[in-house]
């Protein structure tokens, strides 16, 4: 292992390596990055946050070379650059892993990290001894001790995201970019990966941090800066960021402000008395979920709040049978169900409207009436044949009931609004009578009316005596929306707000809050051992 | 808020006009070649060549049928020709029992390959491609070790069944249409059929809205095999003899032409029978016309070519609506 | 179980892979079962007549006469200008490579022919079949010659591509003599003969025939062969060319492929009786697709003797037709190699000279021959 610098050390930030002033960039319809102005310095690690859409992958995107800038300027090295290729933008110095590692499976861990640029001997030819040499030396300073003879394919995950990272390092890179490198890295893995980073940092090298993981960032990055929605709307020093404020800054709500009441449709408080129609126990699914437990009463809305990636999605998928937990027992109405199954889940009760409407939702080219009836389609068949005029009642009343509006139920979901489309897969799921509703981001990307409209809708149907997972990005939603809030952090529960403590401020300092075994950081100001 | 993503009303008309002239463009084939074939060729318009063709294209219809089940899924059969020859090995070996036990065992083999090539697909998740190219092979090579040489076969029904008829209309032309009929029933109104679009049109949406998948994805397969192995029979019944080293020979490719020149498309989520059964007579008429004017064979396959080009090409049209 | 092995090994990441190759192996095993158990009970069981082939096969009375013994032109070969040693055939091991699968008749019958001259002869025979796969052929006869074959005869697939084989067997000085197709080498160099038949002629023949039955007058129909393939350009080539010379009042007016396949024969021929229905005779290029023509007819109420057909081959099926009045003359290619490739290796091995292109005399079928020869047919 390597001799590890404190976390505490000042580092000793050098001139800008990599810069972007100014810069923007347009998709059809969307507005991805907005005048940001960026700078990586040498021997410094800098930490690039945000939430879903906030510009960061097209932030990369654009220092790497995959996209072409929209507005502004880029500088390398103190003069201005435009990267055509990655592979440019690779031969100028920078360097990128991604969450996957991108070498070649097959070949030897000593080709993969020469591969292109192999030592010559004598006639041309690849002088084997010492490519092997080399690269047993390279790993070995960042403390990976493996048969460089070997094919990589042979070595775990995490040896291979070290490879990635010796190839990254030996190709005298300059600046380095890691996109959420330690999503499948075990923790000894990740403390390796730790001191590598701050080697690059001693050896003069800016590197760009990308993570969700605010643990993470506190440990090993001097500077951070947060995009949210195209614009960079933070930089400085992390160690004068708390993490209170950070979270804040990313979900772009201010601490403390006064609640307004009424910013969306949702009505409040339900009944909490009757027996759970949800009790979910230890769920765990390797890199994504740890041991995480929450329950649903009938009438009741249960927010799941957490930073991306905290494993909201994954714990809405677990349940509903779409992704089989390692562990973990899942109930409902008081008996068990088969988990990993989606069939033996909606025969239970359980209705997913899962996050990605548009590619796990719905079916575009059906039309509006095959989308209602297609999960209760069994029901509404007798011996194998369509019973099309109870299917023609069933929709019509579900069409009228949450207001759809299409041409008529033989128009293509796929030409619907996002709105509409969202209202359709609640009409598919309210055909199947559920108990427990499970919601990932019901109004994310739907106009402002039609937003409001599925709010009244989900308030309603708890008034109905339905269980509500209710998953949102949107601040506002959750806190109004929920009765409670159950929030997630790198996979695991950390805290449950009830009654009263269902604010935002609450909720801030929840998901800011730091591990209990690290307590140097200052972050949470108290309060939150209820 | 419910806008239709389409553009003015002028823009309307020519979308619609272009999307009828996808929909309905092999029909029209279909007419122009037959109005095309009275005009030029002798003896065209006689009840006996109606026959003739309509014979030749019911196998190919019927081994069509079950492809579009297959292309509807998001998927594709290539075993169909092998099944085929499968099937009159297995009929031929049968025979002796009569023909209807023959007959229902060869449709279990074609069945039974159905189950092996849905198993690979839904359960093991290798790509229908190869699953039902590996079956392919091996149909083939076990319909050879079977019977390793034609074979005449003798018995009267099965005569009969090839060249009998009922009120003038040949029970090989009678099969195919009730058998299409059938295929179109099941894709409008079972569930099944409704599960088969979805499945076809987004698989993970139809995971997640919790359908059968493997069990669907199975059944389209058994039903693809299955009906294969009935062309085989009939094929079988037509030529009294069984044939398994050529039968069925590049039959999954005629198939899977009349199914896209029929107007379904290769990315699932639709399937359209009258559109396959218009494919099948128009690859048949187009054969018969250059055969008729005796025009060299390769032409055949050239016109062939620009028929799928042409079909494709309105497909990519409505892929981009 | 093999396909469970097969199955265990793929499967991979699904959870349902235990049940996956459990219904997999059903399926499979149901499509076995129904093959390999004893309940099959095909149509013949009944009767069990038609096993004739085979027996006729060994009967040899229908083995190859050379067309031209030692004819003039014809170059030789004798064992001293191959560089070969004498030896005895008798206690010689022959090694023997089919091309095809034994799925035709033709195949079947060559092959049988040669293990039953050979069992005659008391040669030891060792066989392998390449099951048309160019590769398996080569290393099939590099196998052969590894286990000790002193000589070979090889039936080829392709006529190019022969090369490795050659140089092997002529290091070991190995005679080879190629039956039914011919390889593009040097004769009595790098093999010693090749024994076939001329298809040209074979195609004169039918014209000959085909304007006998018709009188020289009238539309005559082609059905090909497979396009591509040298058997259908020379039979091709020696009917067009004879009846262009010998008749020129019979017009052949329609030539499509039937791809040397019984339902071809008769799909092609169903629109050619459609479009065309004064044909006045029909030649197909092999039986198969006559008899598939015979089928045509039938279905079209023709009655036998409307349309005069020639084939060629000599299968039993084809001849049964002459017999039945529906085809009217079949000319034979021989396929029973055995007698004469031995005595070719015979003769060689002795010292003898041996011509280099042997080129067999094949029988014709007509009616005053069909019945009585319908056992040499095969």
Known sequence: ?530 | MTDIGLGGRTRLDRDRLLRLLQDYGVHLGVAVLLLVNIAITPHFLSAENFRTQAVQVAPVLIVALGMALAIGSEGVDLSVGSVMALSTSLLSLYLGYGMWIALLVAVLGGAAVGVANGALIAYIGVQPIVATLALMVAGRGLAQVLLPQLKDVHDPTMASLGSGDLLGIPYLVLIAVALALLVAFVVRRTTFGRQLLAIGDSRPAAKLAGLPVRRVLILVYVCSGALAAIAGVLATARLTASDPTSLGNLMELSAITAVVVGGTPLSGGRVRIGGTVAGAVLIQLLTATLIKHDLPPSWTQIAQAVVIILAVYAARERGRR | MKPNIFLRRTSGRTQGRASASTLLAVGLAAGLALAATGCAKSEDDKSGDSDGSKSSAAEGDAGQVVSSPGAGGGKSCVIGDYGAKKLDLKSATVGFSQSEKEANPFRIAETASMKAEAGKRGVKLLTANAQSQFSKQISDVQDLIAKGADLLVIAPLNSDGWEPVLRQAKAKHIPIVTIDRKINAAACKDYVSFIGSDFVEQGRRAADRMIAATGGKGEVAILLGAAGNNVTTDRTKGFEEQIEKKAPDLKVVFKQTGEFAREKGQQVTEQLIQSKPGIDGIYAENDEMGLGAVGALKGAGKKAGDVKIVTIDGTKNAVRGIVDGWIDGVIESNPRFGPLAFQTLDTFTKGGKVAQDIVIKDSAYTKDNAESDLGKAY
């Open chain 1, 1 to 530: 292992m390597l001799p590890v610098t404190g976390s505490g050390a000042p580092p000793v930030a050098g001139p800008a390596m990599l810069s972007v002033s100014g810069l923007g960039k347009s998709f059809p319809g969307v507005r991805a990055l907005d005048g940001v102005d960026f700078t990586a310095r040498a021997g410094e690690v800098h930490a690039l946050i945000g939430e879903n859409g906030a510009g960061k992958s097209t932030l990369i995107k654009v220092l790497t070379g995959v996209y072409k800038a929209g507005e502004g300027e880029v500088r390398y090295d103190g003069s201005a650059v435009r990267f055509a290729t990655p592979l440019q933008a690779q031969h100028a110095g920078i360097s990128t892993i991604y969450q996957e590692v991108n070498l070649v499976p097959l070949m030897s861990v000593a080709r993969n990290l020469f591969l292109g640029r192999e030592p010559r001997g004598r006639l041309g030819l690849i002088d084997f001894r010492r490519m092997h040499r080399e690269a047993q030396e390279a790993l070995r300073g960042l403390g990976v001790r493996v048969d460089v003879r070997r094919p990589l394919r042979e070595l775990g995950v995490g040896a291979q995201q070290m490879v990635a990272l010796a190839r990254a390092v030996s190709v005298d890179a300059r600046v380095v970019i890691m996109d959420e490198p330690t999503s499948s890295l075990e923790p000894r893995e990740v403390a390796t990966l730790f001191g590598v980073i701050r080697m690059l940092r001693g050896r003069g090298i800016a590197v760009i941090y990308v993570s969700h993981r605010l643990d993470e960032l506190y440990e090993v990055c001097d500077t951070v800066t947060v995009l949210r929605d195209g614009k960079a709307v933070h930089t400085g020093p992390i160690a004068e960021l708390d993490r209170l404020r950070l979270v804040a800054l990313m979900l772009g709500r201010e601490i403390g402000d006064v609640r307004e009441e009424g910013l969306t449709k949702f009505s409040g408080n339900h009944d909490t008395e009757a027996q759970p129609v949800l009790e979910a126990t230890g769920l765990t699914v390797r890199h994504q979920l740890d041991g995480v437990s929450l329950t649903i009463r009938p009438g009741e809305v249960v927010g799941l709040g957490g930073l991306l990636g905290s494993g909201r999605s994954e714990t809405a998928k677990a349940i509903a049978g779409a992704l089989p937990p390692d562990s973990g027992r899942v109930v409902i109405a008081g008996v068990p169900v088969r988990t990993g199954s989606t069939p033996a889940a909606i025969r239970a009760g359980v209705s997913l409207l899962p996050e990605d409407r548009k590619a796990e939702g719905i079916v575009p080219g059906l039309s509006v009436r095959e989308n209602i009836a297609l999960a209760a389609l069994p029901g509404l068949s007798r011996f194998g044949l369509v019973d099309e005029a109870r299917i023609d009642r069933v929709v019509d009343t579900f069409m009228k009931r949450l207001r759809i509006k299409a041409s008529g139920p033989h128009q293509k979901v796929g030409e619907l609004s996002g709105g509409n489309q969202q209202k359709v897969l609640l009409a598919r799921w309210l055909a199947m009578n559920p108990k427990v509703l499970l919601l990932d981001e019901p109004t994310r990307g739907i106009d402002v009316g039609a937003k409001a409209e599925v709010q009244k809708l989900i308030d309603e149907l708890a008034d109905d005596g339905l269980g509500v997972l209710l998953i949102s990005s949107d601040m506002e939603e959750l806190i109004e929306g929920s009765d409670r809030v159950v929030v997630l952090k790198d996979g695991a529960v950390v805290e449950e707000l009830t009654g009263d403590a269902v604010t935002e401020d609450r909720l801030m300092r929840a998901i800011a809050a730091a591990p209990a075994a690290q307590a140097t950081t200052p972050a949470t100001s108290g309060g939150d051992d209820d």
